[in-house]
């Protein structure tokens, strides 16, 4: 079992940035891809980026693609998403997922470990 915990949300102006954690914890991660999912209001949940723990291949969205960035730190067991050039579009619950694999999965069903999610919200 891995436990995921997100912090870093909050609110944002247009075109300002915040950069996302999520500790992980229980297993050592280089067997596994981990990455972020987000749920807009009345939407469904959407993949916005991957990172393979070994080796740091990363996968984006198209609507984010430019904008933010994945990373991950060996030593903290931590991954990361820095956002830049925030849109009021980007308004959502993120959540950090896990799996075990070496595939950049982008659907929901790809990923067996998740987050509580954190809100961020960018105003216009």
């Known amino acids: 079992q891995v436990q995921l915990v997100e912090s870093g949300g909050g609110l944002v102006q247009a075109g300002g940035s915040l950069r996302l954690s999520c500790a992980a914890s229980g297993r050592t991660l280089s067997r596994y891809v981990m990455g972020w999912f987000r749920r807009a209001p009345g939407k469904e949940r959407e993949f916005v980026a991957a990172?393979?723990?070994?080796?740091?291949?990363?996968s984006y969205a198209d609507s984010v693609k430019g904008r933010f960035t994945i990373s991950r730190d060996n030593a903290k067991n931590t991954v990361y998403l820095q956002m830049n050039s925030l849109k009021p579009e980007d308004t959502a619950v993120y959540y950090c997922?896990?799996?075990?694999?070496?595939?950049?999965?982008?659907?929901?069903?790809?990923?067996?470990?998740w987050g509580q999610g954190t809100q961020v919200t960018v105003s216009s």
């Open positions: 997922v896990g799996r075990v694999g070496l595939d950049l999965r982008t659907d929901v069903g790809g990923y067996d470990y």
């Open positions: 990172i393979r723990w070994s080796g740091g291949s990363t």
